[in-house]
């Protein structure tokens, strides 16, 4: 079992950075692959960004290349996801998300573990 909580979130201005934490606890916590996840309101859980466990390998869904970096410390059991020239339509609960296997993935329902989720509120 791994248990994962996420924070970081707040509100922000159109434009601004904000940097999420996830903590991992539970066996071997550093072992997941591990994503980052986020949901309007009125909307489907769409995928943000991955990382396997190494850290050495990540992926970004396509509006967030080049602004959202994804991070890991695998001493520390916590995943970061650093968000940069952040748009008001990125309003949302931003969950982190953990899976067992060796691999990340972009697909939700590849996740077997899921945090409480942190609201990020993006103004004009």
């Known amino acids: 079992q791994v248990q994962l909580v996420e924070s970081g979130g707040g509100l922000v201005q159109a434009g601004g950075s904000l940097r999420l934490s996830c903590a991992a606890s539970?066996?071997?916590?550093?072992?997941?692959?591990m994503g980052w996840f986020r949901q309007a309101p009125g909307k489907e859980r769409e995928f943000v960004a991955a990382?396997?466990?190494?850290?050495?390998?990540?992926a970004y869904a396509d509006s967030v290349k080049g602004r959202f970096t994804i991070t890991r410390d695998n001493a520390k059991n916590t995943v970061y996801l650093q968000m940069n020239s952040l748009k008001p339509e990125e309003t949302a609960v931003y969950y982190c998300?953990?899976?067992?296997?060796?691999?990340?993935?972009?697909?939700?329902?590849?996740?077997?573990?899921w945090g409480q989720g942190t609201q990020v509120t993006v103004s004009t």
């Open positions: 998300a953990a899976r067992n296997g060796w691999l990340y993935k972009t697909d939700m329902g590849a996740y077997d573990y």
């Open positions: 990382i396997n466990s190494s850290g050495g390998n990540t």
């Open positions: 539970g066996r071997t916590a550093s072992n997941y692959p």
